[in-house]
């Protein structure tokens, strides 16, 4: 009889394990989640190339194309500063689950546009989508890292969105060069990896446990943990000035091929993005053996050359110089981004996180749109080359500001070393 005992715990903890529904593995869902960061921002950049595609066939001002690159930001904007933190209170499933549905949705949205209306709408829907996605997954994608490489989590967060971008740009550039219907090619591909997306991560591992307060989460706030605000404060020339480039191109480069290079094809106006955003997930591999806040310095350096760059082919009409600055940019783009995030990823306890790169976001996407929609505006006052020149030459200020003040920081640390041993 006594031997009963440990045959009926058995058998019970045997049911409790047959009643738990199955999930993927860890090491199998830290590179599907990853993937599902780099669709996320593949999908952001893919309406770019596509807007002169639209803009022809609807016959739209320049200025209400502003206006459906202005409601992206926004609703993506007032989605995250809502539901920002909500993953850490619910759990990042749930919240991931339900942004791929969204958009998945606005892919279709795409699809059945028939004019500037129906592009705001597909546009509104996928602001909210990335907006609900941003905090919830790049937090998931750094905590299902292995144990003993969430640096590799942070890398991964912060790589995946320029390479994302970069794909985006440049692949649907291509579908608009080459393909008969690319607006079908692109947002019918996209429709269906978001839905194949969202029916893997309902066998993900949930990584946080839900707790409460999920009802107060979403009063609209930004909150950053107390041991990552300085150094958070440090990076907001950062921040925002490697945003407010992507802005740059992503809003005003395919009409600088038009209007001041002369040229009208697909697949430039797709390298523009790609390349900006290609040198920029590469550069973290090459800066990545150097000590914070290195990286930031380098980066910013590389900014503020690449800008000078930038007006001067402005200023010759050199598209070689044009993709030159680009490049060198490129590089500063992704090494500042990715050495800042990998910095204070780790500050962030995991009920934090979510809240934390929520923050991040909010502030790379005010950057992002702010300048971009102002820009837009000042277009038909000023000209086009006249704002893009003004355009680059205040984040060609800014960038010299950050390298100075991430200069000092790293001063400030040499000093105290000698005096800490």
């Not at 409601?71 to 759990?91: E, K, N, P, T, W």
């Not at 292995?146 to 440049?170: C, D, E, H, Q, Y």
């Amino acid at each position: 009889m006594p031997s009963s005992c440990p045959e009926l715990a058995s058998a019970t903890a045997d049911l409790a394990a047959r009643s738990r529904p199955w999930r993927l593995p860890q090491r199998a869902a830290f590179p599907l989640l990853a993937a599902v960061l780099f669709a996320f921002f593949f999908a952001a950049a893919a309406p770019s190339p596509l807007f002169v595609v639209f803009q022809h066939a609807w016959h739209f001002s320049s200025s209400l194309l502003t206006v459906a690159f202005a409601v992206y930001a926004i609703a993506l904007l007032v989605s995250l500063l809502v539901a920002g933190s909500l993953s850490d209170h619910i759990g990042r499933r749930p919240v991931v689950l339900a942004a791929l549905v969204l958009q998945a949705v606005a892919m279709g949205l795409f699809l059945l546009a028939d004019g500037i209306g129906g592009l705001i709408v597909a546009r509104v829907v996928q602001g909210i989508a990335t907006g609900v996605a941003s905090g919830a997954l790049s937090a998931a994608v750094v905590e299902a890292a292995p144990a003993s490489r969430k640096r590799l989590g942070a890398l991964i967060t912060s790589v995946s969105p320029l390479a994302g971008l970069a794909a985006g740009a440049l692949l649907t550039g291509m579908a608009v060069k080459f393909s008969l219907q690319p607006v079908m090619l692109v947002f019918g591909v996209l429709a269906a990896v978001f839905a194949l997306g969202a029916a893997v991560v309902l066998w993900m591992p949930e990584t946080v446990t839900p707790r409460a307060g999920a009802l107060a989460s979403l009063v609209p706030r930004v909150s950053i943990p107390a041991k990552a605000r300085a150094e958070f404060a440090r990076g907001l020339p950062v921040f925002i000035v490697v945003w407010a480039l992507g802005g740059l191109y992503l809003s005003l480069a395919p009409s600088l091929m038009l209007h001041v290079f002369g040229i009208d094809n697909g697949v430039v106006n797709g390298l523009t993005v790609a390349v900006l955003s290609g040198m920029g997930a590469i550069a973290p591999t090459l800066l990545g053996r150097l000590a914070a806040p290195r990286p930031a310095i380098v980066g910013m350096a590389s900014i503020a050359l690449g800008l000078v760059l930038l007006l001067a082919s402005l200023a010759t009409r050199s598209l070689a110089l044009f993709f030159v600055g680009t490049a060198v940019a490129g590089i500063g783009f992704g090494g500042a981004f990715s050495a800042l995030v990998q910095t204070l990823a780790p500050m962030a306890q995991s009920h934090e996180r979510g809240e934390l790169f929520a923050a991040i976001f909010v502030v790379s996407y005010l950057a992002f749109s702010l300048p971009a929609m102002l820009a837009g505006f000042l277009v038909a006052p000023l000209g086009l080359l006249n704002t893009a020149e003004g355009y680059a030459a205040v984040l060609l200020l800014i960038a010299a500001f950050g390298t100075w003040s991430q200069w000092m920081v790293l001063r400030r640390r040499q000093r105290e070393l000698p005096m800490s041993e």
